[in-house]
């Protein structure tokens, strides 16, 4: 078989654009840090790849949706701390007053500190979290409705939050925690109302239902803690595998730098060689035999 010299340079040509496209892809993975950069450099690794950008992606998003019910939880814990404070002041100060060693003033001064102490449980039902209403049920957008007589209205509905493709939680109190056996308002209005009028019968009848007010509000509390204890474990395990599933994206899509730069070189090397030796084969024509 004649070897011409088109067919010499057209080997030559062809041998050229394959070195300086792997000197290129070499080149390519060291600028991104990346292994696969096109779907034909590794179509299975692609859609490993894929498979494990989705799974991180939705599990990122499980991570925040227990964030946000841990903050809403502590945002509730701490009104419920609060109330409960509230309650014992209370509790505190109707004791203190059915000693009999107080004067009718005594009496009046300290109707009106359960006077504040019911406005400040008020204040707390509507307790807001991100701009929602937290003791209001699916009803955020809308604070409880608290009647001058104590009387309520409230939304009753749970707020559920997801927090894998499995599993939902309850992370909200509703108002029930002011409206349960007793009513929070009704019981203040009672207890002040007896202090400033003297009745003692009426003071120590409304300090039993504010005793059942306290365990009211510590059974929600309870009920809430165990709620943020399973949500928190959730969190912890989404931090986990959220770890090992990016661990896993980059053992799938990102180079060995070391080696890829080793590759670099040596396709440089050989694309360079490549280069001179053509450039010495092709070099002659048919002007340099004519001359």
Not at 179 to 199: C, Y
Not at 238 to 249: A, C, G, P, W
Not at 255 to 261: H, K, L, N, S
Request: net charge negative; charged share 25%.
């Amino acid at each position: 078989m004649r070897i011409t010299q088109q067919m010499l340079s057209s080997n030559i040509t062809s041998q050229l654009q394959q070195n300086l496209s792997r000197y290129e892809k070499a080149n390519e993975q060291v600028s991104t840090g990346k292994r696969i950069n096109t779907p034909s450099d590794d179509p299975i690794g692609v859609q490993k790849s894929l498979k494990l950008a989705s799974q991180l992606a939705d599990n990122e998003q499980y991570e925040r949706n227990t964030d946000y019910a841990l903050s809403w939880m502590e945002t509730t814990d701490q009104a419920l701390n609060s109330i409960s404070n509230a309650l014992q002041r209370a509790n505190e100060l109707g004791l203190q007053a059915s000693n009999g060693t107080n004067s009718p003033e005594d009496q009046q001064t300290i109707a009106k500190e359960i006077e504040q102490l019911r406005a400040e449980i008020q204040d707390i039902a509507n307790t807001k979290f991100d701009g929602k209403y937290i003791f209001n049920g699916q009803k955020t957008d809308q604070p409880i409705q608290i009647a001058e007589d104590g009387n309520l209205m409230y939304n009753n509905q749970p707020l559920m939050q997801r927090m894998s493709s499995s599993n939902s939680i309850e992370m909200n109190v509703t108002g029930e925690v002011f409206d349960g056996q007793v009513n929070l308002f009704k019981t203040l209005d009672q207890l002040s109302g007896a202090l400033a009028s003297g009745d003692q019968e009426g003071v120590s009848s409304a300090l039993e239902q504010i005793e059942t007010g306290k365990e009211q509000v510590l059974n929600s509390w309870t009920t809430l803690g165990a709620k943020q204890s399973r949500v928190e474990g959730m969190n912890q395990r989404l931090k986990e595998e959220n770890l090992s599933l990016q661990t896993l994206v980059s053992k799938n899509d990102d180079v060995d730098f070391a080696e890829a730069i080793m590759k670099l070189k040596t396709e440089e090397s050989v694309y360079q060689a490549s280069l001179a030796a053509s450039a010495k084969i092709i070099q002659p024509s048919l002007l340099d035999f004519l001359r």
